[in-house]
Nanobody
Framework: HVQLVESGGGSVAAGGSLRLSCAAS????????MGWFRQAPGKEREAVAAIYNGGTRTMYVDSVKGRFTISQDKAKNLVYLQMNMLSPEDTAMYYCAADLIAGGSWAFRSDFRYWGRGTQVTVSS
Protein backbone atom coordinates (compact mmCIF):
# COMPACT_ATOMS: atom_id res chain seq x y z
CA HIS A 1 0.00 0.00 0.00
CA VAL A 2 1.09 3.59 -0.70
CA GLN A 3 0.13 6.73 1.19
CA LEU A 4 0.19 10.12 -0.51
CA VAL A 5 0.10 13.59 1.06
CA GLU A 6 -0.10 16.74 -1.03
CA SER A 7 1.04 20.20 0.01
CA GLY A 8 1.82 23.57 -1.49
CA GLY A 9 -1.60 24.73 -2.55
CA GLY A 10 -2.84 28.23 -1.87
CA SER A 11 -4.19 31.41 -3.38
CA VAL A 12 -2.32 33.34 -6.03
CA ALA A 13 -3.03 36.09 -8.52
CA ALA A 14 -3.22 35.33 -12.21
CA GLY A 15 0.23 35.06 -13.73
CA GLY A 16 1.72 33.79 -10.50
CA SER A 17 3.34 30.49 -9.62
CA LEU A 18 2.93 27.69 -7.13
CA ARG A 19 4.79 24.46 -6.52
CA LEU A 20 2.84 21.48 -5.31
CA SER A 21 4.52 18.59 -3.54
CA CYS A 22 3.38 15.01 -3.07
CA ALA A 23 5.07 12.93 -0.38
CA ALA A 24 4.76 9.18 -0.86
CA SER A 25 5.28 6.56 1.81
CA UNK A 26 4.74 2.83 2.17
CA UNK A 27 5.44 0.40 -0.67
CA UNK A 28 6.88 3.06 -2.94
CA UNK A 29 9.48 0.75 -4.50
CA UNK A 30 6.79 -0.76 -6.72
CA UNK A 31 5.29 2.49 -7.99
CA UNK A 32 5.60 2.76 -11.78
CA UNK A 33 4.04 6.14 -12.36
CA MET A 34 3.00 9.24 -10.41
CA GLY A 35 0.41 11.70 -11.59
CA TRP A 36 -1.35 14.92 -10.78
CA PHE A 37 -5.06 15.39 -11.36
CA ARG A 38 -7.35 18.32 -10.67
CA GLN A 39 -11.03 18.79 -10.10
CA ALA A 40 -12.87 22.08 -10.30
CA PRO A 41 -16.32 22.51 -8.75
CA GLY A 42 -18.94 20.85 -10.91
CA LYS A 43 -16.40 19.28 -13.23
CA GLU A 44 -14.86 15.88 -13.69
CA ARG A 45 -11.44 15.11 -12.27
CA GLU A 46 -8.94 15.49 -15.08
CA ALA A 47 -5.37 14.39 -15.56
CA VAL A 48 -2.84 17.21 -15.52
CA ALA A 49 0.58 15.57 -15.66
CA ALA A 50 2.38 12.31 -15.01
CA ILE A 51 5.92 11.07 -14.60
CA TYR A 52 6.99 7.51 -15.20
CA ASN A 53 9.41 5.61 -13.03
CA GLY A 54 12.82 7.23 -12.95
CA GLY A 55 11.58 10.30 -14.73
CA THR A 56 12.15 8.71 -18.12
CA ARG A 57 8.93 10.07 -19.50
CA THR A 58 6.62 12.92 -18.60
CA MET A 59 3.14 13.63 -19.89
CA TYR A 60 0.97 16.74 -19.81
CA VAL A 61 -2.54 17.71 -20.71
CA ASP A 62 -2.50 20.26 -23.54
CA SER A 63 -3.85 23.09 -21.40
CA VAL A 64 -0.79 23.11 -19.13
CA LYS A 65 2.01 22.36 -21.59
CA GLY A 66 4.70 25.00 -21.37
CA ARG A 67 3.40 26.24 -18.01
CA PHE A 68 3.54 23.24 -15.66
CA THR A 69 6.46 20.93 -14.98
CA ILE A 70 6.30 17.62 -13.15
CA SER A 71 9.45 16.30 -11.50
CA GLN A 72 10.47 13.65 -9.04
CA ASP A 73 12.98 13.15 -6.25
CA LYS A 74 13.09 9.38 -5.97
CA ALA A 75 15.47 9.40 -3.02
CA LYS A 76 12.99 11.46 -0.99
CA ASN A 77 9.84 9.88 -2.46
CA LEU A 78 8.62 13.29 -3.55
CA VAL A 79 6.87 14.40 -6.71
CA TYR A 80 6.49 18.07 -7.58
CA LEU A 81 4.26 20.06 -9.86
CA GLN A 82 5.70 23.46 -10.69
CA MET A 83 2.91 25.65 -11.97
CA ASN A 84 3.74 28.92 -13.71
CA MET A 85 1.63 31.52 -15.51
CA LEU A 86 -1.41 30.44 -13.54
CA SER A 87 -4.84 31.53 -14.69
CA PRO A 88 -8.26 31.42 -13.00
CA GLU A 89 -9.03 28.37 -15.14
CA ASP A 90 -6.40 26.48 -13.13
CA THR A 91 -8.43 26.88 -9.94
CA ALA A 92 -9.20 23.42 -8.62
CA MET A 93 -8.43 20.82 -6.01
CA TYR A 94 -5.21 19.12 -7.07
CA TYR A 95 -4.69 15.44 -6.30
CA CYS A 96 -1.62 13.26 -6.38
CA ALA A 97 -2.00 9.74 -7.71
CA ALA A 98 0.34 6.76 -7.78
CA ASP A 99 0.85 3.42 -9.48
CA LEU A 100 -0.86 2.61 -12.74
CA ILE A 101 -2.62 -0.70 -13.17
CA ALA A 102 -1.16 -3.03 -15.81
CA GLY A 103 -1.85 -1.55 -19.23
CA GLY A 104 -3.26 1.59 -17.68
CA SER A 105 -3.07 5.14 -18.94
CA TRP A 106 -1.90 8.20 -17.03
CA ALA A 107 -4.91 10.07 -18.41
CA PHE A 108 -7.50 7.93 -16.68
CA ARG A 109 -8.40 8.45 -13.06
CA SER A 110 -9.57 4.87 -12.71
CA ASP A 111 -6.17 3.51 -13.74
CA PHE A 112 -4.34 4.77 -10.65
CA ARG A 113 -4.36 2.70 -7.49
CA TYR A 114 -3.56 5.27 -4.81
CA TRP A 115 -4.71 8.82 -4.14
CA GLY A 116 -3.98 11.68 -1.82
CA ARG A 117 -6.63 13.90 -0.28
CA GLY A 118 -5.80 16.92 -2.37
CA THR A 119 -4.60 20.47 -2.00
CA GLN A 120 -6.59 23.51 -3.10
CA VAL A 121 -5.27 25.94 -5.69
CA THR A 122 -7.15 29.19 -6.18
CA VAL A 123 -6.14 31.69 -8.85
CA SER A 124 -7.73 35.12 -8.80
CA SER A 125 -8.06 37.36 -11.83
Amino acid sequence: HVQLVESGGGSVAAGGSLRLSCAASGDTYSVNCMGWFRQAPGKEREAVAAIYNGGTRTMYVDSVKGRFTISQDKAKNLVYLQMNMLSPEDTAMYYCAADLIAGGSWAFRSDFRYWGRGTQVTVSS
